[in-house]
């Protein structure tokens, strides 16, 4: 299976580790580390040679109650650290839902858009369309940062997300998109409970019945911390699990922090399923 992406046609037969850049100053995880171009770049040459396959950049950030981020501001941070890491070899990916922001980072040359409100705002499903072969990350997202957490979603949630998802697929299709440039993410944290979070790992499979591959993103997030008591900084084996088991399940990016780590447990993974050649005995 093949992710068509601007400048690459990722070979999914593998799993993919999606390395994250946040160039913000309020990450729920890692915020103002690489705040500045220099030192975003910095991180994604690291995320590099610790094993990543491609990275992902972002110039807002979408915690819980987290307030926009005006589009000039957003650009200032995105921007040079997009320019900079096209020119690095790997597929790049912007995790952005402003169709403004959109159009910036893919004339220069970004591979995939990452949209946690899946091309629902403004004009950002047009732009997608409008470029020949950008990827894109549809991900599942109920209301809306400030308010996704005070009031989570009711009922059966895998249903819903799927529902959802398929639909945003269907209405990038229908403006000519080919199908072999989505991606869907399910959306942990974002709008669910804990239990719900844990019901879409425990029934992803439901998820893959859309036809389209799936990204994960597990890395930290405050599901873990509820289940092992460990805080962001402490969430390594949790997040690693947590991938595994996507990974297992048929998920086929995973979106992490932790790269060297996560790619060390995928090879050890990848050996035990008879995908990896042994380079000794």
């Known amino acids: 299976m093949l992710w068509q992406t601007s400048r690459f046609a990722i070979d999914l037969g593998r799993p993919q580790v999606m390395g994250i850049v946040n160039a913000t100053p309020d990450s729920f995880s890692d915020g103002g580390k690489h705040a500045n171009a220099a030192a975003a770049l910095r991180h994604?040459?690291?995320?590099?040679k610790d094993g990543a396959d491609l990275l992902d950049i972002g110039g807002e950030s979408t915690r819980p109650g987290s307030?926009?981020?005006p589009l000039e501001e957003?650009?200032?941070?995105v921007l040079p650290v997009v320019r900079g890491a096209v020119a690095l070899g790997v597929p790049v990916s912007v995790d952005t839902y402003k169709p403004e922001v959109m159009r910036a980072v893919l004339d220069l040359g970004a591979d995939v858009i990452n949209d946690v409100w899946a091309l629902r705002c403004g004009d950002?499903?047009?732009?997608?369309?409008?470029?020949?072969?950008c990827g894109v990350c549809l991900m599942h997202m109920h209301r809306e940062p400030q308010t996704m957490q005070a009031a989570p979603m009711e009922g059966d949630v895998p249903a819903q997300v799927l529902l959802f998802l398929k639909r945003q697929a269907s209405i990038l299709q229908a403006l000519g998109v080919e199908k072999s440039r989505i991606l869907l993410d399910p959306g942990i944290g974002f709008g669910k409970t804990v239990a719900q979070n844990f019901s879409l790992l425990a029934r992803q499979h439901e998820l893959l019945a859309a036809g389209y591959p799936l990204l994960a993103a597990w890395s930290r997030k405050s599901s873990l911390g509820a289940v092992t008591g460990q805080e962001v900084g402490e969430r390594l084996i949790p997040s690693i699990a947590a991938?595994?088991?996507a990974v297992e399940r048929g998920?086929?990016?995973v979106r992490v922090h932790d790269v060297r780590e996560t790619v060390q447990a995928l090879a050890v993974w990848r050996s035990a399923s008879g995908q990896a050649t042994l380079n000794r005995l």
């Open 44 to 48: 994604c040459e690291v995320l590099l």
């Open 67 to 69: 307030p926009p981020v």
């Open 74 to 77: 957003e650009l200032a941070r």
């Open 124 to 133: 950002a499903a047009q732009v997608v369309a409008g470029h020949p072969r």
């Open 243 to 245: 991938a595994l088991l």
């Open 251 to 253: 998920a086929r990016v």
